[in-house]
């Protein structure tokens, strides 16, 4: 801390990340939110032109561009780093460290003009995830965590000014019956064959809404739900979300209970629920 009679405080949150990582992790913020901010030159465009991946999955210029500017930001800064993302081959680098971004996690949500779309950055080292950001860029909420810094939560007032970090929480809820449960489209549990899972854990629990993907994860970590599932995912849906559940006091698992991100699904609870969840899921 600087001098108290110079009336400076300490730094907390992401802004005290400057010297951790060689700078990965003050970077990780930085380059998520310009990735984000991007995207909205193209949110709410009415003559946006949508087009179909291989798997049928869709896909914009702003996924595009949005994950272009992450590539362009981490080579021009850490050009030894490998980067995997969604939308482009991996970038193989010499380095430890490996970033994994999706530029556009909904963007079925996104090309309906619905602002729960998220923009997710993570930042591995020796394969594990340390760092991970959940942009909001429509609503201009953000979490960040880097494991052993904490969680911290960022909103933007009505008027467009942006709030200081505070640290961010899961809910200490602990009957799966007084549970808000989310995902991201209840058909993907069709996809595997678990339809009737989907149906056990919506009974069990209190409230089920579909506000999933990144921003279904955000809300597990502030605490304004308990239960988020991914039935189906691939790293870059949930390598940002590890980070973000540890270090906000929950639990990511794939559906084995298994804390990775390359496991095919994903389960983010509030930790409490964890075990019950699983039991439903039957996790071996």
């Given amino acids: 801390m600087t001098d108290s009679n110079m009336g400076s405080t300490e730094l907390t949150g992401p802004e005290a990340w400057s010297s951790l990582e060689s ?19 193209y949110f709410g465009s009415g003559d946006l032109r949508v087009d179909a991946k291989k798997d ?16 362009e930001q981490i080579a021009e800064a850490f050009p030894e780093d490998t980067v995997q993302g969604e939308e482009f081959a991996e970038t193989v680098g010499q380095s430890r460290y490996r970033w994994v971004v999706d530029p556009i996690d909904g963007t079925k949500s ?7 779309y998220s923009t997710l950055l993570a930042l591995e080292k020796d394969g594990q995830p340390i760092g991970g950001v959940i942009f909001i860029p ?10 052993g810094h904490g969680c911290w939560h960022q909103t933007r007032s009505i008027d467009g ?7 961010a929480r899961v809910s200490g809820r602990t009957e799966l019956s007084q549970a808000v449960f989310v ?20 009974r069990a629990c209190w409230i089920t809404r579909t506000w999933g993907d990144g921003y279904g994860y955000l809300l597990v ?31 990511f698992t794939d559906w084995k209970g298994v804390a990775t991100v390359r496991g095919g699904d994903g ?18």
């Fill in 183 to 202: 995902t991201s489209q209840v058909d993907s549990f069709d996809a595997r064959d678990s339809a009737e899972t989907f149906k056990r854990i919506e």
């Fill in 161 to 167: 000014t942006l709030q200081g970090w505070t640290p």
């Fill in 138 to 147: 429509a609503l201009g909420e953000m979490v960040v965590a880097a494991l």
């Fill in 110 to 116: 996104f090309v309906c003009g619905v602002p729960l």
């Fill in 23 to 41: 700078g990965r992790l003050s970077a990780m913020v930085s380059i998520a939110r310009a990735a984000g901010t991007h995207t909205l030159k």
């Fill in 221 to 251: 970590a502030t605490g304004r739900a308990d239960v988020m599932i991914d039935p189906v995912c691939n790293a870059w849906d949930v390598a940002a979300i590890l980070p973000v559940m540890v270090e906000s006091g929950g639990r």
């Fill in 267 to 284: 389960l983010g609870t509030n930790g409490s629920l964890h075990d019950a969840v699983c039991q439903i899921l039957g996790c071996e």
């Fill in 56 to 71: 049928d999955s869709p896909v914009t210029i702003a996924d595009r561009e949005a994950e272009q500017l992450v590539r």
